[in-house]
Structure formats: C-alpha cells, structure tokens
C-alpha cells in the first residue's frame, strides 16, 4: 500500500506574552490600555473606584504620551514585542520538531492580537487534543501569570468542549535559561572589552502589596539574579537587583531602576552593564524606558558609558532552553502525529 502523509499533531503549544498595540497610534494605545489596565490582576483597586479614574482620566491623557514612546521602537515589521513573540514561536516549533515533538506552536497575546482566546479556538478546529501553555513569563506573579491562566479559563467557560490543558507556572530557576542569560551576558562583555562596574538587572515591578499577600515574584525575581550572577562568578559588589516601570502612587518593589542608576553615576560609577532578565524578548519596556529614558538619567547624573545588554530575543541558546522547558512538560504527551491507516 502507498504511503500516506501523517496526521496533522493533536498536541500544541500556546506560547504566551504581555500584549503590544496594533500601532503607535493613540486610538491603538487607547484600546490597548484600557483592556490592559482593566484587568483586576494588573490594578487590584475596587472596580467602582478605579474605572471612572480609568475612562474618564487615564484613557483621555495616557494613550497620546504612551504612542510617542511607542514610535521612538516601532519597526518596519511592527511592534518588537510582538515580532519577538511570532519568531520565538516559529523557531521553537523547529526545535521542537528537531528532538521529535511533532507539535504546531501559535503565538498569542493576553492583551492585543493574537488574542488567547482566538487562539485556542483555532487550535480546537484544527483537531488539537492537547495545548500546553507555555507564558513568556519566567518569574510567576499574579499580575501576569495568573491573568494569563484566568483568559485561557474564560475561554473554557464558553467552551462546549475544550482540550486537554497543562500550564507552566514558573521556570525562573531553570538551568538552560539561566545558561541562556549568562551567556547573553558573557557575549555581551566580549563584544565591549569586558565587564563594567557593575552589572544591573532590572526586573519588571509590582505592587509590594502584592507580595504581602502571597506573590512570590519578587523572591523569584532575586533567585534568578543570584544564580546569574553565580553563573557568571559575580560578587555582591558586581550587581544589583532593581525594579521598574513603576505606576501609580502605590509603594512598589524596590529599589526602583533609574533612581539606582542615577545614585551609581553620582556616585563614582562611570560605567554600567543594564540588562532585563525578565523579559525574554525586547520591547517598549526594555528599549524605550531603559535603553533610553534609564540610559539619559544615567549619563546626565555623570555616568559616562551605559551598555544595555539585549533580551535573549531569538538567541538560540534561549530556544533550546524553552524546547526542553516545552519538552519536560509535555512529557507523557502523544507528540508525534499518528500515520494514517491505508
């Protein structure tokens, strides 16, 4: 009998970011922002409270400052984050398929487009059985990883039938994507000549309430920085912790990123290694509000080279990390597509 072509995989990978705006346009950032900042996760604030402040302030003055950001970032192919995010998956499909795991990979955005929701409806229609979720996130919060997990369960409340579902919560210990980061960074100090004073990693922030009461993101945030810096036989002395993107008058993680750099320069340090091991592609977050407003307040407060280090981005040691993060967790998984019977 001929041979006949294998099924298409019943098993997928649902690789999951933040979300971008369609463009850097205020309409597009008023959109934007007002599903981002309407997501009780991201602000904890009694909805009757915060969405007249939301509608009736925010989103009449935010969109216009934050698409100026946007336009100092945005490529020919469009927003970082999300080229990023479609490349990871296309490239993570062909590791996958490298170490025999036939399964699709689709990108998706928790806020934005590819919408979860579209995307796992897509992938039921194609006759997938099995979707792993698989965040972008290698640091669990609430604020991100667990808003993530409640878009996916909207969707299954409206599901009359959904497919078999696993989520990876948190990989921010993980061996290969802390090689991957060490590295980016020894690759990094080749390129420039060697270490700087100091090498500074800025996470993303959050609410210290959110600690109190239960996230665990900061002491992951510093377990990751203190195995890189392991990985890289840093002292103490050599790097520093930081946290940004601050919003709001809420207390948030400290000590926050720009302030810290402008403290170093006024301080004698004159040269710094700025990387954002949290976010594993580039985006407004990492291009603009360091490589641009941290770069400025450093070098205006007397610093004298700063030197961002890129996200691991499309790095192929950070691909082959996420195919056997992806692997471990498919495992006892179908993942090769069954041969039609002749």
């Known amino acids: 009998m001929p041979h006949t072509p294998p099924l298409p995989p019943t098993t997928a990978v649902l690789l999951c970011n933040l979300g971008t705006p369609d463009a850097p346009t205020a309409p597009a950032l008023r959109r934007y922002l007002a599903q981002f900042l309407s997501d009780p996760r991201v602000v904890e604030i009694p909805r009757l409270l915060w969405l007249p402040i939301l509608h009736g302030i925010i989103l009449r003055t935010r969109p216009r400052r934050s698409a100026a950001k ?6 020919p192919e469009g927003s970082p984050l999300a080229v990023w995010t479609q490349r990871q998956a296309k490239l993570l499909r062909g590791w996958l398929g490298q170490a025999g795991a036939s399964v699709q990979v689709l990108p998706a955005m928790r806020y934005g487009q590819p919408a979860i929701a579209a995307q ?6 194609a006759g997938v059985q099995r979707v792993l979720v698989l965040p972008l996130y290698p640091q669990y919060s609430s604020t991100t990883t667990a808003s993530l997990f409640d878009d996916v369960a909207r969707w299954v409340r409206r599901a009359r039938r959904y497919p078999e579902l696993r989520f990876v919560n948190s990989y921010h210990d993980h061996p290969d994507y802390i090689a991957a980061l060490a590295r980016s960074v020894r690759a990094h100090w080749a390129r420039e000549g060697g270490p700087a004073e100091r090498l ?3 996470f993303h ?3 210290e309430r959110n600690v109190r009461l239960g ?5 992951e945030c510093r377990t990751t920085a203190r195995l890189l810096a392991q990985a890289l036989h840093l002292s103490e002395q050599q790097y520093q912790v930081t946290f940004q993107s601050r919003f709001g008058r809420a207390r948030w993680l400290e000590p926050y990123t720009e302030p810290t750099l402008v403290a170093l320069a ?20 990492t ?3 360091i490589n641009q407003e941290a770069r400025a307040a450093f070098l205006q407060a007397g610093g004298q080279e700063f030197r961002y280090i890129p996200c691991l981005n499309d790095d192929a040691a950070w ?8 692997q471990q967790q498919l495992a006892g998984w179908p993942v090769s597509a069954p041969e039609q019977q002749a």
């Open 70 to 75: 946007y336009a100092t970032i945005w490529t």
């Open 120 to 125: 796992l409806q897509a992938l039921q229609d």
């Open 200 to 202: 500074v990693m800025s």
């Open 205 to 207: 922030g959050i609410p």
């Open 215 to 219: 996230d665990p993101y900061a002491d």
């Open 266 to 285: 006024q301080g004698g340090t004159r040269r710094v290694d700025v990387m954002c091991p949290g976010f594993t592609g580039d985006c407004l977050e």
């Open 287 to 289: 291009l603009e509000e």
């Open 319 to 326: 691909i082959g990390a996420l195919s056997r993060i992806a």
